[in-house]
């Protein structure tokens, strides 16, 4: 499999927004994929490339509970965690509405990165809860959102697009 860290800016981000999409829903078609990648603002993006991305990304089908076949990360090839990797390394993306923000983290390093933000304590945030790849951060005031959302990227150095 192809290290997709030597990929174009722009395949990055198609990469990032497919791994989110195919964790947060369950997908039946490389076709319901394809839409919701144009609806998060990648026009004109083809089922090739979208099937180009699932084979980068190692995304494979499996049976979900009601015997559909659907697309998901192949557990198989999840890093185990590791402590020396570099904090911006471990976040994929965040994003925020008006009342919250969501860090996505590659698998395994949701729960570092809430504690790398517990232990700094910025006054701002209410509080966070963590999974295994993602973060969900209260800010204190939802009036300030976004500025909590700037906060959270400056800590942990991200250098990202942030929705």
Same mark, same amino acid.
């Given at each position: 499999?192809?290290?997709?860290?030597?990929?174009?800016?722009?395949?990055?981000?198609?990469?990032?927004?497919?791994?989110?999409?195919?964790?947060?829903?369950?997908?039946?078609?490389?076709?319901?994929?394809?839409?919701?990648?144009?609806?998060?603002?990648?026009?004109?993006?083809?089922?090739?490339?979208?099937?180009?991305?699932?084979?980068?990304?190692?995304?494979?089908?499996?049976?979900?509970?009601?015997?559909?076949?659907?697309?998901?990360?192949?557990?198989?090839?999840?890093?185990?965690?590791?402590?020396?990797?570099?904090?911006?390394?471990?976040?994929?993306?965040?994003? &925020?509405?008006?009342?919250? %923000? !969501?860090?996505?983290? #590659?698998?395994?390093?949701?729960?570092? $990165? *809430?504690?790398?933000?517990?232990? &700094?304590?910025?006054?701002? %945030? !209410?509080?966070?809860? #963590?999974?295994?790849?993602?973060?969900? $951060? *209260?800010?204190?005031?939802?009036?300030?959102?976004?500025?909590?959302?700037?906060?959270?990227?400056?800590?942990?150095?991200?250098?990202?697009? *942030?929705?």
């Amino acid at each position: 499999m192809k290290d997709y860290r030597d990929c174009s800016t722009r395949e990055q981000q198609q990469l990032a927004a497919c791994r989110r999409l195919v964790t947060e829903k369950s997908y039946l078609s490389q076709e319901a994929i394809r839409r919701d990648l144009q609806r998060h603002g990648f026009d004109g993006i083809s089922q090739s490339t979208v099937s180009r991305l699932l084979k980068l990304l190692g995304i494979i089908k499996i049976r979900n509970a009601k015997g559909q076949r659907i697309y998901a990360l192949n557990p198989q090839l999840r890093p185990a965690p590791d402590a020396t990797r570099c904090l911006s390394d471990m976040v994929l993306n965040v994003e &925020h509405n008006r009342e919250f %923000i !969501l860090i996505h983290t #590659a698998a395994g390093y949701g729960r570092a $990165v *809430a504690r790398i933000l517990d232990y &700094h304590a910025l006054p701002e %945030i !209410l509080g966070v809860v #963590a999974g295994s790849s993602i973060v969900w $951060v *209260a800010p204190r005031d939802v009036q300030r959102t976004a500025q909590v959302r700037n906060r959270v990227n400056h800590l942990l150095k991200m250098h990202i697009y *942030a929705k």
